[in-house]
Every structure is written in structure tokens, then in C-alpha cells.
């Protein structure tokens, strides 16, 4: 018998060779960061965070998945980087086609934890961290139910849509300090991979933060992811300051905070604040005697 | 991974538009078969992949789409991302990283555990044939049991696991009977030219007699070793009361179902084993 073959030729996806992955805690700048960037003509973002990219790659032990198709990997001679690569490229294809040759950015704070995957999966991805001084992240954790209204609440509440952070202060810090020391472990690792950048920094004087910032991704400067920044704050936890562009906000979490918050806030974020240079040894001290001190009747 | 440059930040990956799935439950052929096609020139296989099911199966990306599709400020939402794109997104590197050493021919994936998600995988991939093997439970039941730990402890598992593969390859082919082809197992060994003929033109490749002599001069990959090929085995003779009463339970009316048993058949063995089955269980109870 012969028949016609059926067309057995291949055909052929377009992936995009250098994504962006904005990384950093909730309530850091992540957004406003990601948009700029957005801003300019190399980059492409949806305004919208894919978590579902963190939940397909986060619960992924790739090692463990290589070592028992060890077989069929070890006969076609693929290693695990380029098995992680393949895993990866058609969630890059479904980016690409959307960004239409440009490189794509994508940013949901939970990425942080697993920078490592991400980086294996996107070989050639940039990270890019912001951080924020934990007072102000935390403080606006505590704060996020402020900015919606209390039907969506209830609602969110019922549905266990409400991220925990913004109903536990503990969890609050706690989140700030994984997601903080899991991005700067990883910058640590792959420091060609991720850059760091300072979201107070930035606010105040975003052009030289993005002339770093296009530098380490490899592109020209360009003005309007500056002038972005400067005509849109950060997504506020606090709707009533909304016109505020100051980079610390308007009110002051440290004054506003009841001494077991401080306790709670010392506790789980004061390693970290001096570890990544957020806060100095003199001010730690002088916040530690500050907190002690408030608590005394 | 190769990949054409563009002159842009993007690259070009290869995959192949029409990949191949053999199914079925394990002990009933799938190697011979994938194997065999393997060896026709249009035709590419390896060994078993053990990957998709790990990655993706049996429902994760229904989960994850599910989860992440449904507020309209979802980026699957807002980019307007319809589940077939998701799922076949998710396909596309598994077909990069396949095809990139099929050297441009049509590949084959068979891995037992696909056929859990056959449906799944017909929407990852949605080129793919799919080539079903159908073979007699009572001899796939006591293959698994004479291969596996799990089985062995287990008859009723095993009895249930071939149940649930050919329950799901059944229902798929009986869905989307233009991209699965059922066969039996039975009928390949016996006729392997017939069979592979039916095969081939449904994957509208040409002729090959090499597929056809590799399964003439091959049998199955036995669970049997000490025996010599081509020896006959009649699990029912060698089950306890017990054992034919349990695979009645959990695989009989599947037999039934798909034509490996007569209805009469089925109710006269009924009628014999299960009520030993019944008195057995419940004195032990």
C-alpha cells in the first residue's frame, strides 16, 4: 500500500531569547516597577501578574523529575539544564506571541521564591529585584485591605482569597523577610543573572535607577519608563494619600505601630533590615531601646 | 536546544506537527508496538519518556488553568488565553525537546502512564495521533503480577489498573475515533502485517515491512523469562477462586464491554466465582 505522507514536516514556535522577570516582597514597588519597564519600546508587560507561572513551576522538583527519566534522558545525551529549558519554552511561547517580538516582563511577587527554578527553566532570563525597606512593605501589607472596599473583602474573605499577609501582622513580616532573603540569595548565586535596586532609590530619582537598570538588561536608556515612575506612585495600601509620590509614603509605620508590632517586626525583619543594609546598626539599636522603652508602663 | 536566530530577541524551535502516542495498559504490548513503528522510516522512537505524567499529569494543567482563568484580572484572563492555548503551550517544550532528536521524522511517546491523560494530552498536543493497544485483562493481570512488587500484594490494584487505562483509552477513542485506532494485541502477534497495515494508514504513512518483521521476530516483553516464547499461558487455570472472583469484580464487565469476553461468558464465570468470592471475603471478615 502507499499513500501520501501526512505532511510530517515540523513547524516552528517563536520564543523570546531574554525575558524579564521583576521580582522582590508584596508591597515593594513590583508593579509600578514592572509597568515602567513596560514603558519602554524593548519590553513588553501585560500589566496583569501570571501567577499561574509560579504555581506550574513551583511545586516542579525538576531534579528529581530528570534523575527518574534518567533513562531516556541519559540515552538522547540531554542534560538537566536543557531538559529545564525545553519545560520552560512553551510557557515562553505563550508570552511571546503576545508580545509580539519584544522581550516580555513578568512579575508576581511569589517568583521570588523560586528564582532558582525560573532561572533553569528561562536560561536566558534577567532578574531584576526591587526592594523595599521592610517598615514601609510590611506596614503596607497591613494596610491592603484599606484600599478595597469592604464588599470585595467579605467576599475575598469567604472565596480564601485574602492573602494572609494582609490579615496577620507576624505573617506580614515574615513574607517580607522569605520573599527579601530568598531574592537576594539568588542575586548572591547568579549575580549576572539579577540586579538589586532600591525601590526608595529608585522613587526619588528614577533616571539614574533605570540608566542601571536598561544597562544590566542589556538596552538603551530610554526616558519613559523615568517619566512613567514619576507620574505613578506605587499601588497604594493607603487610598487616602493616593497623590503622595514621596518614596517612604506619607505616614510613618514605626510611629503608628503598637509596641508588640515593633517586638513582632524586630524579631522577624531586624536580620535582615541590617543584613541587606536597609537599616544601620545605630538605628536598629536606637529602635530596639525605642521599642523596649515604649513598652514600659 | 536548537533554535534559529531571528535577528530580533527571539529564536525559532522546531516541533514536529504530528507526534504519535502509544497507549494502553501496561503488560499489554506497548513496547513491541512503539518499538516496532520506531523502526519505519518516517517514524521515530526511544524508550519510555516518564515525563509528561510527572510534569503535567493526570489534571494539573486543568487545575492550574481553572485556578488562574477565572477573574477576569487573571493574565490568563486579561490575554485572553482560551484553555486549548494553555494546554498546547504547555506541550510545546516536550515537543521541542522530542523532536530535536527525532531529526525532522514524526516521533513516538509511549509511556503507560499517558493514558491516564490521554484526553489531556490530545489537547497538549493537538497533531497526535494516538494508537491504542487492547489486550485480554487475564493475561495483562497476570503479567502485572508476575512483574511487580505492588501487583503481586495487590491483585485487586492490579485488576483495577488495567481497567482504568483501557476504560480511559476506550472512551477516548470512542470520542475522537479520527485521531485513536484501537488494537489488539492478540491480533498483532498473529497478524503482524494486517495489522500494522491498518496502523500505518491510519497514520497515512506508506507501507514498511521492517516494523512487521521486528514484531514477528520479537515477542512481548515478558513478565515470563523462565518460560520459552511462544508458551501458552492460561491465567484462569492457574488463579485461585479468590483471584478469578476479584478480577470478575473489578475487570469483568470491561471485558465485557470492549469485546474480550462474551456476555455469557462473563455471566456463566459470574455466576461460578463470585459467590466463592463473596463466601471467601466474608468469612475472613
Redesign the interface.
Known sequence: ??????????????????PVFVIGSFRSGTSVLANALGQHS?FWY???????VC??FSR?DLGD?YN??D??FQ??E?TRE??S???????N??F?V?SE???WIEKTPRNSLIAHVLAEVFPGAAFVHILRDGRYAVHSMNHFFNAIDEQTQTKWRAMGYAPAWGIDFRTACRTWRDHVRAAMEFQRERPERCLTVRYEELVSNPEPGFRVLTRFLGEPYEHAPANFLRSNRIQSSFPDTSEDPSPRGRSDPWEEWTPEQRRIFLEEDGPAMLEYGLISRDEMERLEHDASDRDLP | ?R??A?G???????????PIFVVGSQRSGTSILARALGRHS?LWY??????LH??FGPNRLDE??A??AQKD????S??R?KRE??L???????N??Y?R?SG???WIEKTPQNTLMIGVLADMFPGASFVHILRDGRLVVNSMINRVQHWREDFAWACRDWRRSVEAAMEFAARQPERCITVRHEDLTEHPQSVL?DI??F?????EETPVEHVRANRINSSFSNRPAGTPTDPWQEWTAEQRGTFLREAGPAMARYGLMHADELQRLQDTYMPAYVVTTTQEA
Open positions: 500500500m502507499t499513500t501520501l505522507p501526512r505532511p510530517t514536516k515540523c513547524h516552528h514556535i517563536q520564543l523570546c531569547s531574554e524593548a501585560s500589566s496583569s501578574e501570571a501567577n499561574f504555581a506550574m516542579l523529575l527518574r527519566a533513562y531516556w540515552r538522547q540531554i536543557a531538559f529549558a525545553y519545560v520552560g519554552s512553551g510557557i511561547a505563550l511571546t503576545r517580538g519584544k522581550r | 536546544m533554535t534559529e531571528t530580533t530577541c527571539t529564536q525559532r524551535v522546531e516541533i514536529c506537527a504530528h518516517a526511544s524508550v519510555e519518556g516518564f515525563i510527572r510534569l492550574l488553568y485556578l488562574h484580572w487573571r493574565w490568563l486579561k490575554e488565553v492555548e494553555f498546547e503551550a504547555a506541550g510545546l517544550g516536550i521541542a525537546l523532536t532528536r525532522g521524522r514524526r497495515s500505518y494508514r497514520l497515512e504513512i506508506s507501507y
